[in-house]
Antibody, heavy 121, light 106 residues
Framework: EVKLLESGGGLVQPGGSLRLSCAAS????????MSWIRQPPGKAPEWLGVIRNKANGYTTEYNPSVKGRFTISRDNTQNILYLQMNTLRAKDTAIYYC????????????WGQGVMVTVSS | DIQMTQSPASLSASLGETVTIECRAS??????LAWYQQKPGKSPQLLIYNANSLHTGVPSRFSGSGSGTQYSLKINSLQSEDVASYFC????????FGGGTKLELK
């Protein structure tokens, strides 16, 4: 059974940093692209970025809205996906999800339960 | 970036009714479209990919159609468990979502 479990959320002050983790299980982690997506309360989701699979060199792409502030990485020995977030702003307040890219078609076929990040003084 | 305009923003329908949600892209997305269902407090769940392909385990009362810039999600014979928010998402270019449709029972 595919499982994705995020952790590391919480309250952070504006200008601060936070690292989110997503523990993956139930599939061959290195075979899949993995994305981070966020959703402000009551609003639509927003894709943040993707890290590709082993076959594609674990390269990354980012939404221009967070490029330079957010960094996606992965630990392929422990099957963990990371999102490093720097210079956080109030507008970054949202539920953050990790999600798996099915590869053979678009969209994301599995999502984590999400973790809340609140940026406030 | 490609803008996705979804309508209506909210919808009230009766059990057994057929419901249609529309999504318009700002440019041709060549069927690179997915639909998601999201229930309160839960993560989005994939319903449709490639505009018209049903994801594994999704009931057949859900269907997707469209091409070019215009796409739609249809729910036949509405069930109580279909009360949720629905989002379209294009993946022709870097992914973007529609604003969502909140579906309630009349």
């Amino acid at each position: 059974e595919v499982k994705l479990l995020e952790s590391g959320g919480g309250l952070v002050q504006p200008g601060g940093s936070l690292r989110l983790s997503c523990a993956a299980s139930g599939f061959t982690f290195t075979d899949f692209y993995m994305s981070w997506i966020r959703q402000p309360p009551g609003k639509a989701p927003e894709w943040l970025g993707v890290i590709r699979n082993k076959a594609n060199g674990y390269t990354t792409e980012y939404n221009p809205s967070v490029k330079g502030r957010f960094t996606i990485s992965r630990d392929n020995t422990q099957n963990i996906l990371y999102l490093q977030m720097n210079t956080l702003r109030a507008k970054d307040t949202a539920i953050y999800y990790c999600a798996r890219d099915p590869l053979s078609y678009g969209g994301w076929d599995y999502w984590g339960q999400g973790v809340m990040v609140t940026v406030s003084s | 970036d490609i803008q996705m305009t979804q309508s209506p923003a909210s919808l009230s329908a009766s059990l057994g009714e057929t419901v249609t949600i529309e999504c318009r892209a700002s440019e041709d997305i060549y069927n690179g479209l997915a639909w998601y269902q999201q229930k309160p407090g839960k993560s989005p769940q994939l319903l449709i990919y490639n505009a018209n392909s049903l994801h594994t385990g999704v009931p057949s009362r859900f269907s997707g159609s469209g091409s070019g810039t215009q796409y739609s999600l249809k729910i036949n014979s509405l069930q109580s468990e279909d009360v949720a928010s629905y989002f379209c998402q294009q993946y022709y270019n870097y992914p973007t979502f529609g604003g969502g449709t909140k579906l309630e029972l009349k």
